[in-house]
């Protein structure tokens, strides 16, 4: 057939046996709702261009001259036959020479002349998709099989409503692999339980897929394919269950088929793989350590053991639970809040009192200008980072990011420098990076690492090359409950003594206010803006504000909340007037039903 085609067989004869192939096809395809067909009719006439092309020794555009000629018989059912299909193109690469190497890059033995037709070939796809005898092209480029799936199901689901829409839309998939009692089935548990992924086994999906293609033993097939199987049956649990954003598939045993599931998926896919020592496994085994060491020479007999070689991450799980779920912290959190560099704002930008600014010049003078420097990150946060600092008021928030082996030194700069601050307290707070990837930080930390993450927060100082994750507003906004429930603690605290501490029954009552207005996705950094707006949306008006529009008695009853919160910095029988109303509110969320006792 090679030899007819290119060698012996005359043009007109190709020409006429493909062309009249290609319109058998379309009498053929019978009535199903949907038929896939591989290579439209815009295709023969790049196939036939290219091939006279390398024959004839033609140029691109004779070769396309030529082949329109050759066609001409067939024209008009051709014609008819490409308006029945929605065609869609898919190409290696925008650059038709670079396409061709991909292609040629997937044989295993390429001839000058077949080397030569793709050139020719790859020419003729581009000229015929400028000329729009595609309803779509797709740039491969390299991207993983299920992505470009997406975007074919995209634009095929407004033409064909029962192809699906979405191909895995968003959904990430952490695979964990591992020998016998490595911990897998602990870990995927963490997963379910503490980040909310569903829990899967490559068993069930395997059944169902085989269920669907008819396929009586799915253990038969080549590794391959059994990749693909996979796929297909967790693109349809996840559509059936289309609030899912994240799962965990349980668990890898195969090294072809995990290398394909990397292929196909490419980024939404995390595999980890737990590794412990034999001895540690063994003692693990509910059956006994024989157990063990046959299920593991099964497992290695499939490459299981090889499988950490395609690990994303391996997971020393010789240790305790409490590291395995950091470990697993990471994971989880490494897929929903993206890695971001912080702003920077030098500290003569904060408006500070000179004493103040001068201390954070010298403490970072004093941590960052030696290699390597004490810390990692400073920023100031609170009212000293809005320009809302107050004097004899306020405290001066530090931020820092820094190893633990810069302890000692940041202690003894923190000493040296004490007495400039003249009084102020410093609340300083400190991390390491290793707890900001693994989210193991308070609600109010969280916010702060939320809002260096989006740019709300300038860092003063920040190492060359540093990242932290940036908590997305739903985590943000659901850690913050904690802060509030320790706020109504720390309120009643303080109303209950004799003489509550007047600043802090303020602050802690503005925090409450800020973290319910949170959940109505209203931001107010400010304490005080952050009490009247609070007030003033419990009336159901919002914020209250005086204006022209208001009738008298809004009007004063607005005077009156922003007066009730001006006082309660100054006087303690209105904190406590403010502290109560606001606890009021919190309370009033959590009231029981009538009858509910």
């Known amino acids: 057939m090679g030899g007819w085609w290119w060698e012996h067989g005359p043009v007109e004869e190709v020409a006429d046996v493909l062309a009249s192939s290609y319109l058998e096809r379309v009498r053929r395809l019978g009535d199903a709702q949907v038929r896939l067909v591989d290579r439209g009719i815009p295709m023969l006439e790049a196939t036939l261009a290219a091939t006279v092309?390398?024959?004839?020794?033609?140029?691109?555009?004779?070769?396309?001259?030529?082949?329109?000629?050759?066609?001409?018989?067939?024209?008009?059912?051709?014609?008819?036959?490409?308006?029945?299909?929605?065609?869609?193109?898919?190409?290696?690469?925008?650059?038709?020479?670079?396409?061709?190497?991909?292609?040629?890059?997937?044989?295993?033995?390429?001839?000058?002349?077949?080397?030569?037709?793709?050139?020719?070939?790859?020419?003729?796809?581009?000229?015929?998709?400028?000329?729009?005898?595609?309803?779509?092209?797709?740039?491969?480029n390299g991207r993983p099989v299920v992505e470009v799936q997406d975007e074919l199901r995209q634009l095929v689901h407004p033409v064909v409503p029962t192809v699906p829409a979405r191909a895995l839309p968003g959904v990430r998939i952490v695979a964990l692999g591992g020998l016998s009692e490595c911990g897998k089935s602990s870990a995927g548990e963490y997963l379910r339980v503490q980040h909310g992924h569903a829990r899967l086994k490559i068993g069930y999906l395997l059944e169902e897929a085989a269920r669907w293609a008819g396929v009586a033993d799915p253990y038969r097939l080549h590794p391959v394919v059994r990749a693909e199987l996979l796929v297909d049956a967790l693109d349809r649990y996840c559509a059936a269950h289309h609030f899912l954003d994240r799962v965990t598939?349980?668990?890898?045993?195969?090294?072809?088929?995990?290398?394909?599931?990397?292929?196909?998926?490419?980024?939404?896919?995390?595999?980890?793989?737990?590794?412990?020592?034999?001895?540690?496994?063994?003692?693990?085994?509910?059956?006994?350590?024989?157990?063990?060491?046959?299920?593991?020479?099964?497992?290695?007999?499939?490459?299981?053991?090889?499988?950490?070689?395609?690990?994303?991450?391996?997971?020393?799980?010789?240790?305790?639970?409490?590291r395995l779920e950091r470990q697993l912290d990471m994971v989880a959190l490494g897929s929903r809040w993206p890695l971001r560099t912080p702003t920077v704002a030098p500290v003569n930008t904060l408006g500070l009192p000179v004493n103040l600014e001068a201390y954070l010049s010298a403490l970072l003078d004093r941590t960052t200008v030696q290699q390597p420097p004490v810390i990692d990150l400073l920023a100031v946060t609170g009212s000293g980072a809005?320009?809302?600092?107050?004097?004899?008021?306020?405290?001066?928030?530090?931020?820092?990011?820094?190893?633990?082996?810069?302890?000692?030194?940041?202690?003894?700069?923190?000493?040296?420098?004490?007495?400039?601050?003249?009084?102020?307290?410093?609340?300083?707070?400190?991390?390491?990076?290793?707890?900001?990837?693994?989210?193991?930080?308070?609600?109010?930390?969280?916010?702060?690492?939320?809002?260096?993450?989006?740019?709300?927060?300038?860092?003063?100082?920040?190492?060359?090359?540093?990242?932290?994750?940036?908590?997305?507003?739903?985590?943000?906004?659901?850690?913050?409950?904690?802060?509030?429930?320790?706020?109504?603690?720390e309120i009643r605290r303080q109303l209950l003594k004799g003489a509550p501490d007047l600043r802090a029954l303020y602050k802690v009552t503005a925090l409450l206010a800020k973290v319910m207005l949170r959940f109505d996705g209203v931001e107010v950094s400010a304490d005080d803006d952050a009490l009247a707006a609070l007030l003033g949306q419990a009336a159901g008006a919002g914020p209250r504000l005086v204006n022209e529009d208001r009738s008298d008695r809004d009007q004063a009853v607005a005077l009156a909340e922003l007066e009730l919160v001006r006082d309660a910095r100054r006087k303690r029988e209105q904190a406590v007037v403010l502290a109560e109303l606001v606890l009021g509110h919190w309370l009033a969320t959590t009231a029981l039903p009538a009858g509910g006792r």
Not at 92 to 111: N, Q, W, Y
Not at 266 to 288: H, K
Not at 452 to 459: E, P, V
């Open 53 to 140: 092309a390398v024959r004839e020794g033609l140029s691109a555009d004779a070769a396309a001259g030529r082949a329109l000629k050759l066609l001409e018989p067939f024209r008009a059912d051709l014609a008819g036959a490409e308006a029945a299909e929605f065609g869609v193109l898919l190409l290696h690469h925008e650059d038709p020479e670079v396409g061709t190497a991909r292609a040629l890059s997937h044989e295993k033995s390429v001839t000058p002349g077949y080397a030569a037709y793709q050139r020719h070939l790859h020419t003729q796809l581009h000229r015929l998709a400028a000329d729009g005898r595609w309803s779509n092209v797709i740039v491969v």
């Open 249 to 322: 598939v349980e668990s890898l045993h195969e090294y072809d088929s995990t290398a394909e599931l990397r292929r196909m998926l490419g980024d939404q896919l995390s595999i980890v793989y737990l590794d412990a020592e034999p001895e540690v496994r063994a003692r693990r085994g509910t059956a006994g350590p024989l157990d063990v060491v046959d299920r593991d020479e099964v497992k290695v007999s499939r490459g299981a053991d090889r499988i950490a070689g395609l690990a994303h991450l391996v997971v020393d799980n010789n240790g305790s639970r409490l």
């Open 386 to 489: 809005r320009g809302k600092y107050q004097r004899g008021w306020s405290d001066l928030d530090v931020f820092v990011i820094a190893d633990p082996a810069g302890t000692a030194e940041l202690r003894r700069v923190l000493e040296q420098l004490e007495a400039d601050l003249g009084g102020v307290k410093l609340g300083l707070t400190v991390l390491t990076e290793g707890e900001c990837r693994s989210g193991m930080v308070t609600s109010r930390l969280l916010h702060v690492l939320a809002l260096l993450g989006s740019g709300s927060l300038a860092a003063q100082w920040c190492r060359p090359g540093l990242v932290l994750p940036a908590p997305d507003l739903t985590a943000d906004v659901a850690a913050s409950v904690k802060a509030g429930v320790q706020g109504a603690v």
